[in-house]
């Protein structure tokens, strides 16, 4: 065995061929929304911005650590708890609150227990399984509806788990707000079975929301599609938890069974942390217990079970009546000050003496503002003002601060005169 | 009429299925040797101290916050990670040719491998490309491959269930045959579920083939340092692999070396021929990583890079590892010596010939239904013991009970 040692020791050694296994890699384009970050902190300028990532920033630009989450912090050290791997579908403590914070306290689908709630790794993940579940088990189907636009990283995932991507009017560019006409007829044609996004609140990227009325009209409109909610910012639009979720509960009660995908980065401020949810309704809870089976079925072979940390934080926030009520103040804080920035950048236009229509800066809701700004005025904002934002014209609302929005203002008039 | 009235009810993963089922179980004398999870000779769950140091580290820091992690995860911890795999001093690293993507555990990081593979290797479209994982692997193995989009996951000979120990004629044998290009999914060390890992000679022969069968080079290392008490030492494989030439992948866990379960801590390392190629296909992982969970989870990729980037508690965690090796080989020798004064019949010499968490017994179905039934001993089907359910207190009613077992079943 030692010659065998020695031969096999000699006998192979580098190097190998020298082309490679990657040689035919094409450099992958940097992520849109991402990639404005990765720009921004190379630039040098003392007056840049970046109104790019939807991420929370206090009054001086910088990251928000809620004083809830932080009590939940020392409440969690406190226990001296294990690390045991948690159920593939993730902490039961986290996915109760989760479901009942969605859905509400007097929820029918909470009572029957016809609903399975799957803790994910934040929103992403969550439309991840949601979207693969999909295609799995929806086969009346393989199209999803998308508003025009979306988030940009919706049309990958659904994608990648085998789904047909087509769209449905939204955003109307003329008035900056709702195209609700063009959106009732568009899903009015939509074949049955047809999977819509939905998004709860706060819709990303142009930040307008239907009314009330118009939410009702749309669930009345076509009862045989499958509804997908995308709800990542409850709580942060309105600053009021029931009001942002009022539309989920709506099309619920209206008799849609749902599924529903929500995030915790923002409301909570976890983004590094990955709290997020899968919420199937079901018929009944026994075709819950089966769908629960599957999703676990579809989990394991991703990342076995969801990481710890963040979900125990918003656990025990949800759970924890002190924590919840500091934690509801903090999220009307966040959405306060958006909407207050939202106030002082309309106002500072027009002291710049912009003759534009600026009032859907107001209208608009949530962290992000559809400026209108096409793309050679956002590469000049960009190049001129070191103002950083994707080049769809969307600004992140988080990333204002009274002491910048003079600024913003008045780059936005330079390159819109 | 329900969108979901056909979903069918799924089988329970089974070793999940089996903690539940000894949960529920009333009999007092029960031992759970199912899942691969560290236990104190107490039974109870250990949190490592350098682990409980290091959280009290990052509460205590107020300039740390939540805010989203790179998409390729936490730049000191990918560093970090990799180097423990390869070496401090792997010419590798030197030459710049290695990247690494922080994942969500060991599972996350084969995912991430296994997606890249079937859809950048070798062409463009893999979905036919030959992926093998050993006979017996851990089940999830064949889960993740497929649900990658591989078509064509098979099984190579490892185990040879007579001898009780590496089939290497038979491994060595379907290197030869397999199709040029497959994908072979190696166990780095403490192969699970057998316990049973190829010598380094034994290595030395595969690496050959590998090399001059162009087969593709993909290392499960889920228990690097928790084999042998020692990294280095646990890192041979693949880091002769490296010497090797070989352009491939390690999928790491720090789910048991760091006790880190929970926390999903996982590195998948890519070591390719040079700079520009690490460049372009790290380039290709973020698009990738971005439609599964965009970013991974902080807290435990912070603990781990803390602790390997101090010196102080770098030492302390090698200890606290060392700790935990040193308690299952205690475990095992304990109770080869049992099994040898009861007079069990058959060989024993596995239990301690085979190394880390697990070990394969050889019981057969019937001989585990009995331990399970009879004496709420809970193992797989397979025959897998977890050596870390065993302590002082139970290994004497697990000896007695094997003994009854194999007296009693055929």
Known sequence: EMFMYLLLLFVSHPPLCCSSWWGG???????????????????????????????????????????????????????????????????????????????????????????????????????????????????????????????????????????????????????????????????????????????????????????????????????????????????????????????????????????????????????????????????????????????????????????????????????????????????????????????????????????????????QIGMFCFTGLKPEQVERLTKEFSVYMTKDGRISMAGVTSGNVGYLAHGIHAVTK | MSLFGEVPQATPVAVFKLSNDFKEDPNPMKVNLGVGAYRTDEGQPWVLPVVKKVEKIIVADNSLNHEYLPILGLPEFRSSASKIALGEDSPAIQENRVGAVQCLGGTGALKMGAEFLRRWYNGNDNMKTPVYVSAPTWENHNSVFANAGFEDVRPYKYWDAEKRGLDLAGFLGDLETAPKHSIFVLHACAHNPTGTDPTHVEWMQVAEVMKRRKLFVFFDSAYQGFASGCLDKDAWAVRYFVTQGFEMFCAQSFSKNFGLYNERVGNLTIVARDADNVRRVLSQMEKIVRVNWSNPPSQGARLVAITLNTAELFAEWKDNVKTMADRVLLMRASLQAKLQVLGTPGTWDHITQQIGMFSFTGLNPKQVEYMIKERSIYLMASGRINMCGLTTKNIDYVAESIHETVVNVQ
């Not at chain 1, 449905?168 to 009732?184: H, I, M, V």
């Open chain 1, 25 to 363: 890699v094409q450099m992958g384009p940097p992520d849109p929304i991402l990639g404005v970050s990765e720009a921004f902190k190379r630039d040098t300028s003392p007056k840049k911005m970046n109104l790019g990532v939807g991420a929370y920033r206090d009054d001086h630009g910088k990251p928000f650590v809620l004083d809830c989450v932080r009590k939940a912090e020392a409440l969690i050290a406190s226990k001296q708890l294990d690390k045991e791997y948690l159920a593939i579908g993730g902490l039961g403590d986290f996915t109760k609150s989760c479901a009942l914070l969605a859905l509400g306290a007097d929820s029918e689908v909470l009572k029957s227990g016809r609903n399975i709630t799957v803790q994910t790794i934040s929103g992403t993940g969550s439309l991840c399984v949601g979207a693969n579940f999909l295609s799995r088990f929806h086969s009346a189907s393989c199209d999803v509806y998308l508003p025009k636009p979306s988030w940009g990283n919706h049309t990958p995932i659904f994608r990648d788990a085998g789904m047909q991507l087509k769209a449905y009017r939204y955003y109307d560019p003329s008035t900056c707000g709702f195209d609700f006409s063009g959106a009732l007829d568009d899903i009015s044609k939509m074949p049955e079975k047809s999977v819509i996004m939905l998004h709860a609140c706060a819709h990303n990227p142009t930040g307008v929301d239907p009314k009330p009325e118009q939410w009702k009209e749309i669930a009345d409109l076509k009862r045989d599609l499958l509804v997908f909610f995308d709800m990542a910012y409850q709580g942060f639009a309105s600053g009021d938890i029931d009001r942002d979720a009022w539309a989920v509960r709506h099309f619920i009660e209206q008799g849609h069974n749902i599924v529903l995908s929500q995030s915790f980065a923002k409301n909570m401020g976890l983004y590094g942390e990955r709290v997020g949810g899968f919420t199937v309704v079901c018929n009944d809870a026994e075709e819950a217990k089966r769908v629960e089976s599957q999703l676990k079925i579809l989990i394991r072979p991703i990342y076995s079970n969801p990481p710890m940390n963040g979900a125990r934080i918003a656990a025990t926030i949800l759970n924890t009546p002190d924590l919840y009520k500091i934690w509801l103040e903090e999220v009307h804080g966040m959405a306060n000050r958006i909407i207050k920035m939202r106030e002082q950048l309309a106002a500072n236009l027009k002291s710049e003496g912009s003759t534009h229509n600026w009032q859907h800066v107001i209208d």
